[in-house]
């Protein structure tokens, strides 16, 4: 205590050179001298030789405690140096505690990195990140002056301190942060690349043995905080809940730094003993946790290129395989629903992985399993979780997939359970009393099974496929895209794997029970099936053998038009109408189509046109024009079946091309019915029902008024449709062209016609019809043909529509006009003359928007002409 400085270092040597001579005598005075250090201006002195004598005499002092283990005294002379260390120079910090840690023994290192994280929570908030960013460095350098085994049992005892396992060095008074800010450096530790080199010099199985020891002391000390957190919880403490819920988050990330650092055999047998039935239920959840942590990093390995590593790997992980599976089972201990659910996703996870090493196992695992299922005889009961049920499903159907064949003593038990839950939750979904992921666990577990088993579902599929047809499963697809996109997956391997010889006897059934019970959404998914049972034909044998029944099949659901007319016009809000319906039919009658031979072909599409004409007494069209047989067969075809057939023919001509337009010569009869179809020509049906039959709802009339307006409008957009898709493909060069001038003829009027038919479907899209359909299929006549006989009739009868009394159709005769010159160009210039008395009364018209109109046909054809019409229109 001298005033001068050269005074006190000269006493510090003394007793550095007293401490050599005496031992671990000198400790009896080294607390004072300690202190001394501690609270002296001598320790913060920027000399050099005041430094270099201050770490010489305590690297002389301390040493002796090393050798006699003192660590109490070692504890306190870290509680003086620790909190001065801040007083010194930066750039000293580091040599000087490293000197002061190596000095003291081994046990006062943990204390000393604890006072340091201590020292983090003190000073102002604004300062203390930046604070203990320098300590934490600090702390970490101090530690890598140690081997890899004495840095994991320092930090192992860090975890016992902040635990409360051990008595702590940080004083009762201050506050826990400093535990938040310890479990931090703990974990940053772990993950530094300075103390992975070091692991990898130590010797292996040592550093194991210590890692594993640190993994249970975390767990310790995660449960003990998730305990300290529910006492909070009790007591409503919210500072403290908040301290040890985020301590209990910084603990998690802890063990999850060490489980990426202990073998996975090894960690496999440590995680087993924390998952046991008798485990503390915090310690087991977090234990769960790490296990699918693990799994799913297996699972994403086993995505890579090494399969010898990865075999290995697997074997390692087998080990979880008993816990999770007792767990499951236990009866004798409460586990909580959460728990036993994580323990089925680990099994399921371990499932893909290990199945097919270990077939035997896991097929007797994926039959306990389906004891969590419940079956008809467990309805009255009501003792299976529902959720943990689908899970086990799903765990099973895993198995399945992975081991494939060896799985077929399963089924007898599967499938049963199966639909009668998948039967319970579409009823349940439907009153709201479930959710929609029990419903797409069931329809992922009846994919995989198809995909995995389909040629041996053939005891299943009379009771499966009504239930993926059934009309609960389309509205919940309504109220959820994600099982509507379920849905619809899950015919896919049934349609694409399951035997055609399997699929298409009770095909019919399912079409009517889809139709009549199922609706819209129905009928895609069945047809969706049979499309891609058409893909399974490859060989000419197999098409020859099942091509007749499969169209007798599409031609019964053609019929839909006609039969459902109400149920599947209203459909759901997703679906629109009766033409979406449809569009799943043609779509899978298409994919049949393309199977057949040239000969098979003609056969069917023939049948197919003659189709309309063929039912017996059940049209109900006046036969108003007998002069002829043909006519008579023309009004015969039942124009439902006529829409079905025209749209079909559509879609055939837009696939094959120019292959089919041959066939459009067929159509013509069915086009000019379609083209000149009203809804007057259909007879009321009351007068051909029984009394008994005549009892309706009062909107029934309407309905069916509501009808004939759409058959009308869908035989108008079908005919327009098939027409120019006709001409598309036709070479207009070519002199042998289907779509001749005699065709043309007989179906022009009847195509000119529907400016004014058309008006009578609806006001709001007549235009729409006119601008984006008729008048564009007009113009591809005119320039198809390319006569100007033809041009001058085609343009003699659009004109006439005209001097229509509605100003609407006046309006469409004007735009007509209009496509046809800007289409076909100055040829069509011949017909101006005939044209401009047509343009003159238009130009007087009273409604404003057929004026608009005809500005802009004169502007069309003086673009045209180069000249101004006012010379000619005065």
Request: a neutral charge.
């Amino acid at each position: 205590t001298a005033a001068f400085a050269r005074t006190r270092l000269e006493g510090l040597r003394v007793i550095a050179a007293i401490a050599g001579v005496w031992g671990s005598a000198v400790t009896n005075c080294l607390v004072p001298l300690v202190e001394f250090l501690g609270t002296s201006r001598a320790l913060s002195a920027k000399d050099a030789h005041t430094f270099a004598t201050i770490h010489q005499t305590l690297s002389a002092v301390l040493s002796p405690l090393r050798s006699g283990a003192k660590g109490a005294t070692g504890r306190d002379v870290a509680k003086i140096l620790v909190p001065a260390i801040e007083r010194i120079d930066s750039n000293r910090r580091h040599t000087l505690l490293s000197a002061v840690a190596r000095a003291l023994p081994l046990e006062c290192l943990a204390d000393i990195i604890c006072l340091l994280m201590a020292e983090c929570a003190k000073g102002p908030e604004k300062t203390r990140e930046e604070r203990a960013e320098s300590l934490r460095n600090l702390g970490h350098s101090v530690l890598e002056n140690f081997g890899p085994l004495d840095q994991i049992s320092s930090l192992d005892r860090c975890v016992s301190i902040l635990a409360g396992f051990e008595s702590s060095p940080i004083s009762s008074s201050n506050t826990n942060e400093w535990k938040q800010w310890l479990a931090m450096f703990i974990r940053s530790h772990l993950i530094k690349n300075e103390f992975h080199a070091a692991i990898t010099l130590g010797g292996k199985e040592k550093i194991t043995t210590s890692f594993i020891r640190l993994f249970q002391s975390t767990f310790k000390a995660f449960a003990d905080a998730s305990e300290h957190e529910k006492e909070a919880i009790s007591s409503e403490n919210e500072d403290l809940q908040w301290e040890y819920a985020n301590l209990q988050e910084i603990l998690g990330d802890v063990l999850d730094s060490l489980r990426t650092l202990i073998p996975p055999k090894r960690l496999c047998h440590a995680l087993c003993k924390l998952i046991a039935p008798t485990a503390r239920p915090s310690v087991r959840s977090r234990g769960l946790e790490l296990v699918s942590q693990t799994l799913e990093e297996l699972e994403e390995e086993s995505k890579g290129p090494s399969t010898i590593v990865q075999d290995t790997s697997n074997e390692d992980y087998i080990g979880y395989l008993v816990p999770l599976e007792t767990l499951l089972f236990a009866k004798s201990y409460e586990i909580s629903k959460t728990d036993r659910q994580t323990s089925l996703l680990n099994l399921d996870a371990l499932s893909r992985q290990s199945a097919k090493s270990n077939t035997k196992t896991f097929v007797q695992l994926a039959q306990r399993l389906l004891q969590l299922v419940p079956s008809n005889d467990d309805e009255k009961k009501k003792t299976k979780d529902i959720s943990l049920s689908s899970t086990a499903l799903l765990c099973a159907s895993t198995v399945v997939a992975e081991v494939g064949h060896l799985a077929l003593p399963l089924l007898p038990t599967l499938m049963p359970k199966l639909i009668h839950m998948l039967s319970n939750t579409l009823r349940d979904y439907s009153k709201k009393k479930t959710n929609g992921s029990i419903l797409l666990s069931c329809l992922a577990v009846v994919e995989t099974v198809s995909r995995s088993l389909p040629r041996f579902l053939t005891p299943s599929l009379p009771k499966l496929v009504p239930l993926l047809l059934s009309s609960e499963l389309s509205k919940a697809g309504e109220i959820d895209s994600d099982i509507r996109e379920a849905a619809n997956a899950v015919v896919v391997p049934l349609g694409s794997l399951v035997p055609l010889r399997i699929l298409i006897p009770p095909a019919v059934g399912w079409y009517n029970s889809a139709a009549k019970i199922g609706g819209i959404s129905s009928l895609g998914r069945l047809f969706g099936l049979l499309e891609r049972a058409s893909n399974q034909l490859s060989e000419p044998k197999e098409v020859e053998h099942h091509y007749k029944r499969l169209f007798k099949i599409y031609l019964l659901a053609f019929d839909s038009r006609r039969k459902f007319p109400e149920k599947l016009s209203l459909g759901y809000s997703e679906i629109g109408n009766i033409d979406k319906a449809e569009d799943y039919v043609i779509s899978g009658f298409i994919s049949l189509i393309l199977k057949l031979n040239e000969k098979q072909l003609r056969a069917v599409y023939l049948a197919l046109v003659q189709w309309p004409s063929l039912l017996n007494n059940a049209s109900r069209i006046k036969q108003k024009n007998t002069e002829n047989k043909e006519s008579e067969v023309i009004l015969q075809a039942d124009p439902a079946r006529t829409v079905a057939v025209l749209r079909v023919s559509k879609e055939l001509s837009s696939t094959l091309g120019q292959l089919f337009t041959p066939y459009m010569s067929h159509l013509v009869d069915l086009l000019s019915l379609a083209l000149t179809f009203k809804e007057e020509d259909l007879e009321s049906k009351d007068s051909k029902k029984s009394p008994a039959s005549r009892k309706r709802k009062r909107n029934t009339g309407t309905m069916r008024n509501n009808r004939k307006i759409s058959l009308s409008r869908d035989l108008g957009f079908a005919a327009v449709n098939v027409i120019k898709e006709w001409i598309s493909h036709d070479d207009v060069d070519d002199d042998s062209k289907s779509f001749d001038k005699q065709r043309i003829l007989k179906l022009f009027e009847p195509l000119v016609g529907l400016i004014e038919t058309a008006l009578s479907w609806s006001n709001d899209g007549y235009l729409q019809f006119i601008d984006q359909m008729l008048a564009p299929c007009l113009a591809s006549i005119a320039q198809h043909v390319r006569d100007d006989k033809v041009w001058k009739l085609l343009n003699h009868a659009v004109i006439k529509k005209g001097e229509h009394q509605t100003a609407l159709v006046r309006t469409a005769a004007v735009r007509v006009v209009k496509v046809m010159y800007e289409s076909i160009g100055e040829d069509f210039l011949v017909l101006l003359p005939e044209t401009i008395p047509f343009i003159s009364e238009r130009m007087e018209d009273t409604d404003e928007r057929v004026e608009e109109d005809v500005q802009n046909l004169i502007s069309v054809i003086e673009r045209l002409t180069g000249e101004d019409l006012d010379s000619y229109l005065r």
